[in-house]
């Protein structure tokens, strides 16, 4: 029997953007499901805006609207968005280009590029601790710094996530 699930369970996620005083960047998240299927030998992707219900397995659009309602340049703005509970990271990131980095972490408190994890693992007959990637499976949070977000200008950023 599949497991439904309902997406008010997924919903608890917050996008945020860091900042010092009023607010200058207003970021609305939306989640939307993505269905796959294969036309004329190439993938093509059909989106279903906000589902009601989804199933294990399925594959949802983390959607993040960055806004800049402050009439001005805004500098430096982060955006960070937590892998929802109930899912597990499915790529698909926007990647960093010259305006913004797009940062991962495996813990919500550390992010780079390739978020490292510590392992031990039996090298030659002897017990070794070393750093390794982590799969992007284990990512938690995705975060993108932004150099500067225009006067009125509006980013969407996203990634993808599946549902367990």
Do not use: C, H
Not at 10 to 33: C, I, R, S
Not at 62 to 88: F, R
Not at 93 to 107: K, Q, V
């Amino acid at each position: 029997m599949k497991k439904l699930i309902t997406l008010l369970a997924l919903t608890g996620t917050m996008a945020t953007a860091q900042q010092t005083a009023a607010p200058a960047v207003k970021v609305t998240l939306t989640q939307d499901q993505i269905k796959t299927a294969t036309v004329d030998g190439k993938a093509v992707d059909t989106v279903i805006a906000s589902p009601k219900t989804v199933l294990p397995g399925d594959v949802l659009r983390e959607e993040v609207t960055v806004v800049n309602v402050s009439g001005k340049p805004v500098k430096s703005p982060i955006i960070s968005v937590p892998v929802p509970k109930g899912t597990v990271y499915a790529g698909s990131a926007t990647p960093g280009n010259d305006r913004w980095n797009t940062l991962y972490s495996i813990d919500g408190k550390a992010y780079s590029a390739t978020p490292m994890k510590t392992v031990t693992v039996t090298e030659n007959g002897k017990s070794v601790t070393k750093q390794v990637a982590a799969p992007a499976s284990e990512y938690t949070n995705v975060r993108w710094l932004i150099g500067q977000l225009g006067a009125d200008e509006t980013l969407k950023l996203s990634f993808r996530v599946r549902v367990n």
